[in-house]
């Protein structure tokens, strides 16, 4: 069953195109796939509104938490639930709401330590924005694609910490079902 699996995935690889990764499918995880550093990376996304217009979409990394002694979360604070291309806007991680459009990324190693913020970087040629594919409001599921580059938060750097210094999360895909009263 493993070898069958395993051609499957190499199968797979195989076919995709580098720098693009197809639709998001795995099992027991969520939908939001992408580029992270160039190394796939898989996501469970939920979503929360935040007002009629706008959503709060949190984005958990699938299972490294229990193989590797870490985890990352994405945060995307009042997400437009419009088709359109957004620009993403930096906010300090403890906001209680949030900078409208505003995105950060948590990394959390061990289960009892605080871990390293993220904060957007801008700066050109980065490409720090979400698209909004398709919204049904009857379903209330949510399709998208997302680029966005974080650095290391000064403040919560530690003197010896070995964590990358720069995060790239490119050509994400994701497809979320909104929960929640409106």
Known sequence: MKNILLLTLIGFLLNCDNKKIGVPQ???CGNFMALKNKQEWSASPSATFFNRDSINLMV?????FRTHGEVQWLSINQLPIRTGRYPLQAT????LNGTPLSVWLYTRIGENTTGIRYNLYHAAPEANEITIDKYN???????????ATFVID?????????????????DAIFSVVVNGAI
């Open 26 to 28: 795995l099992p027991n």
């Open 60 to 64: 958990e990394e699938c299972g490294s």
């Open 92 to 95: 300090r991680w403890d906001a």
């Open 137 to 147: 409001p009857k379903t209330r599921q949510l399709d998208g694609h997302l680029n």
């Open 154 to 170: 000064p403040e919560s750097a530690a003197p010896g910490q070995s964590q990358t210094d720069t995060i790239r999360i490119q």
